[in-house]
């Protein structure tokens, strides 16, 4: 999930460099806090219960 939506952020903030549509940067924003929020989620659970390091779902 983290690596999906950074990729379509990604995508996103390309295509906002070439035709500068504020909805594609809104979109992009959206993406990338949507992968933000993956990691803190996958790191507070690595906190609390201390394994496993990773969570096979949030990375995919």
């Known amino acids: 999930m983290i690596k999906v939506t950074k990729n379509i952020g990604d995508t996103l903030a390309t295509?906002?460099?070439?035709?500068?549509?504020?909805?594609?940067?809104?979109?992009?924003?959206?993406?990338?806090?949507?992968?933000?929020?993956?990691?803190k989620a996958q790191l507070i659970y690595k906190k609390l219960?201390?394994?496993?390091?990773?969570?096979?779902f949030l990375e995919a």
């Open 49 to 56: 219960t201390g394994s496993p390091s990773t969570i096979p």
């Open 15 to 39: 295509e906002f460099e070439t035709n500068k549509d504020i909805k594609v940067a809104s979109a992009a924003l959206d993406a990338y806090k949507t992968a933000i929020s993956g990691a």
